[in-house]
């Protein structure tokens, strides 16, 4: 029999039974028979597998956004009286959750620089349930020791749950954390049509988690799982020629004296890999000229989304406010470029132009 080429599309939410044993067995959970998509269905889970060969976990659940993982995540460790150590530096909507939600479940949370081992350990209470890392982080670009901290969360028997949204295609997360988060809406989807999260895990938590997505709902739907799963054959090239670009852009602004500080992530020093598409840079200019700097670029899109092949620029001043970034530790001169697959040679030009 031939076979399509391309997957094959199950549009359809519902399903049904040939006779009464199939549904029961279906709806008692004793068969793995799909009834109705909130559930599971046949093309999310291919979806599902395929994610597997990026991020090689005992399980992956795909969700209607990264946040919708996030929470599903969240959800399934945590509960009254527990403590979460939560990188400093991390995702905003995230951060919100510890510092908005959380607190009115009786989840108390320390915002703590996870890249410094000793400063984690010093953190941990008696209610200490899990530490939650982004790795890169998402302004300055740091990866944490994940390693480190795993030996660490071993001795202290803490769950690690990392958000790899930044770093998907390039570090396998699921290696030392027992939760992976990835939003799937940037380097999966690439060409900004489609939202979507995945949640990565050992085994032990796959129960959990599929039973917080059934109740909570923040599904897929097929058609995007379908376009995600093609998208996702294209995505290692893609992510080959973004991560080159950002490495060289990183390379040229560094010995740009206009440039203060630049931060790239880059793994394992004896044979660089370069992780990413993000190069940020801290300018040496007040903040009055800041605005007019980033309105002359003319190669980078001014926004928030990141991902694709379409170069992009967020000054971090744009998204919060001088206090709350200094709060952070982070300079509001700070600027965030994402390079696209336009070449750094290009894109360092446009900089060039726009600081002269
Ligand atoms: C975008 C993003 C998320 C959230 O993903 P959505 O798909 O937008 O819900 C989480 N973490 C990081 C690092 C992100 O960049």
Redesign the pocket.
């Given at each position: 029999m031939s076979k399509p080429l391309k997957l094959p599309i199950y549009r359809s939410t519902n399903f049904t039974f040939h006779d009464f044993n199939d549904m029961q067995a279906a709806l008692y959970g004793d068969s793995k028979d799909y009834f109705y998509a909130r559930d599971g269905h046949p093309t999310v889970e291919n979806l599902e597998k395929k994610l597997l060969s990026f991020e090689p976990a005992d399980f992956s659940f795909v969700f209607a956004?990264?946040?919708a993982a996030?929470s599903a995540g969240l959800l399934s460790v945590l509960g009254e009286g527990d403590h979460v150590i939560v990188q400093e530096e991390v995702?905003g909507?995230?951060r919100l959750l510890f510092e908005e939600y959380f607190p009115s479940f009786g989840v108390t949370s320390s915002f703590v620089d996870v890249t410094n081992l000793t400063a984690v350990e010093k953190a941990i209470k008696a209610e200490t349930e899990l530490v939650y890392v982004?790795t890169p982080s998402?302004f300055t670009n740091k990866l944490c020791n994940l390693e480190g901290l795993r030996k660490m969360a071993d001795n202290y028997e803490l769950t690690i749950m990392a958000?790899n949204?930044?770093g998907f295609g390039f570090l396998q997360a699921s290696r030392f954390a027992d939760l992976v988060a990835v939003?799937?809406?940037?380097y999966p989807a690439g060409d900004s049509q489609i939202?979507?999260?995945a949640l990565f895990g050992n085994e032990m938590w796959r129960e959990p988690v599929e039973m917080e997505r059934s109740t909570f709902g923040g599904v897929m739907m097929p058609w995007d799982a379908k376009h995600l799963y093609d998208e996702l054959m294209e995505m290692p090239e893609r992510l080959s020629h973004i991560a080159h670009n950002a490495y060289n852009l990183q390379e040229l602004l560094k010995v740009d004296e206009r440039v203060k500080n630049v931060y790239y992530p880059v793994m394992d020093s004896s044979k660089p890999s370069p992780v990413g598409g993000f190069v940020t840079a801290e300018f040496d200019m007040s903040l009055s000229d800041l605005p007019m700097f980033v309105d002359k670029l003319e190669l980078f899109k001014k926004g928030v989304f990141w991902g694709g092949t379409t170069p992009v620029v967020t000054p971090l001043l744009a998204s919060y406010r001088v206090d709350v970034l200094k709060s952070w530790g982070l300079s509001p001169n700070l600027v965030r470029f994402y390079t696209g697959d336009v070449n750094a040679e290009e894109l360092y030009q446009d900089i060039s132009k726009a600081l002269s």
């Open positions: 956004s990264g946040m996030i995702y909507p995230t982004e998402p958000d949204s930044a939003s799937l809406s940037k939202l979507g999260g």
